[in-house]
């Protein structure tokens, strides 16, 4: 499986951007895919998921701003990120399962199997 993201740039507060991440490879009829980002110094966390049979998670932060989606035939997900603030500077990285998982875990990075290999998101005036 490989997954190949891209979309990152620079973009001023308040501005948008949207990633995408194509998978090949990826089967599974529970498959799901996902983003996380780390920034400079910090852990990589959660930001977004969504589900083959269309269900989506989001971390606090994403709600409201972040939209996942994505295109079954494709096997591709999107995130359009609205309303962006200096504090979603990250490299992001999209992620995968084939499989199904325990839901209560979605969030963490153990809960996927394999990762591209990162787009820079910066936002800055």
């Known amino acids: 499986v490989q997954l190949q993201a891209s979309g990152g740039g620079l973009v001023q507060p308040g501005g948008s951007l949207s990633l995408s991440c194509a998978a090949s490879g990826l089967t599974g009829t529970n498959r799901y895919m996902g983003w996380f980002r780390q920034a400079p110094g910090k852990e990589r966390e959660f930001v977004a998921t969504k589900f083959r049979n269309g269900h989506t998670y989001y971390s606090d932060s994403a709600k409201g701003r972040f939209t996942i989606s994505g295109d079954n035939a494709k096997k591709t997900t999107y995130l359009q990120m609205d309303n962006l603030k200096p504090e979603d500077t990250a490299v992001y990285f999209c992620?995968?399962?084939?499989?199904?998982?325990?839901?209560?875990?979605?969030?963490?990075?153990?809960?996927?199997?394999?990762w591209g290999q990162g787009t820079l998101v910066t936002v800055s005036s």
């Open positions: 992620a995968a399962r084939p499989g199904s998982t325990i839901l209560s875990q979605i969030r963490a990075v153990t809960a996927y199997d394999y």
